[in-house]
């Protein structure tokens, strides 16, 4: 769990510089920032979607982990908890402009974009089957950096997302010592990192204000991604 915990800690000193010089950049550079994360998201969804297992298993498993997903309402409920965060210390930020970005859509956008890469779940992965940690220690490096600027663009919001990835990634870890027989097929591993990118191309194409996709209904896909890639091993 030391990678883990690392990465928690990082995204947290990010944040925290990021609000320091927040009200030193005038918004027209924050919108240009913004701009730039979303493109920077879509190329690295993009190139982790080409770079996947089987296309079959993909839309596969998207169209069952939409379908799941949209059933349990998960982006609903995760919205939900940004918006009792922000109700909850509302008090402590009701100072600003309408457009400013709510503290609610700072943790959604940025707790999607540092669970759902590839380099969380490999790196979570990893850190579980063999305490290798060093793909956990490269994340942590880049999360703080883009902790940093999304919390000059989105607000405090962003630093609640630490502990998401604390829980999400720690659930990995301990999944991956439970089943480490299971999860040694590399071919696996770019199966759940094909669906994953998937994700992070749709988070991109919403910070571009391409689209308004409910990303966090998709997130089923990167656990039923095992599934599909071996029900389809069988036929």
């Known amino acids: 769990m030391l990678g883990v915990a690392v990465n928690f800690v990082a995204i947290l000193i990010g944040g925290v510089i990021g609000l320091l010089v927040k009200k030193?950049?005038?918004e027209r550079f924050s919108s240009a920032i913004m701009a730039g994360i979303g493109l920077c998201i879509l190329f690295i969804g993009i190139s982790g979607a080409l770079?996947?297992?089987?296309?079959?298993?993909?839309?596969?498993?998207?169209?069952?982990?939409?379908?799941?997903?949209?059933?349990?309402?998960?982006d609903d409920r995760l919205n939900q908890l940004g918006q009792k965060?922000?109700?909850?210390?509302?008090?402590?930020?009701?100072?600003g402009g309408k457009n400013r970005p709510s503290i609610s859509q700072g943790f959604?956008?940025?707790?999607?974009?540092?669970?759902?890469?590839?380099?969380?779940?490999?790196?979570?992965i990893n850190s579980?089957?063999?305490?290798?940690?060093?793909?956990?220690?490269?994340?942590?490096?880049?999360?703080?950096?883009?902790?940093?600027?999304?919390?000059?663009?989105?607000?405090?919001?962003?630093?609640?997302?630490?502990?998401?990835?604390?829980?999400?990634?720690?659930?990995?870890v301990l999944l991956a010592q439970a089943l480490r027989p299971l999860l040694e097929s590399y071919s696996l591993i770019a199966e759940i990192n094909g669906?994953?990118?998937?994700?992070?191309?749709?988070?991109?194409?919403?910070?571009?204000?391409?689209?308004?996709?409910?990303?966090?209904?998709?997130?089923?896909?990167?656990f039923l991604a095992p599934v599909v890639y071996y029900v389809s091993g069988l036929f």
Not at 85 to 95: A, H, K, L, P
Not at 108 to 124: D, E, K, N, Q, R
Not at 142 to 149: E, G, H, N, R, V
């Open 24 to 26: 030193g950049i005038p």
């Open 128 to 172: 579980g089957l063999v305490g290798d940690h060093s793909i956990l220690f490269t994340k942590s490096t880049i999360d703080m950096i883009s902790a940093l600027i999304l919390t000059v663009t989105l607000g405090v919001g962003v630093l609640f997302s630490a502990g998401a990835v604390l829980i999400y990634q720690g659930l990995i």
């Open 51 to 74: 770079s996947g297992g089987s296309i079959i298993n993909l839309i596969i498993t998207i169209v069952l982990g939409a379908a799941a997903g949209t059933a349990l309402r998960i």
């Open 195 to 222: 669906a994953g990118s998937i994700l992070i191309v749709a988070l991109g194409l919403n910070m571009l204000g391409v689209a308004k996709i409910r990303v966090a209904d998709f997130l089923p896909a990167i």
């Open 85 to 95: 965060i922000e109700q909850r210390f509302s008090s402590s930020d009701s100072n």
């Open 108 to 124: 959604v956008t940025s707790s999607l974009l540092f669970c759902i890469g590839a380099m969380a779940i490999v790196g979570s």
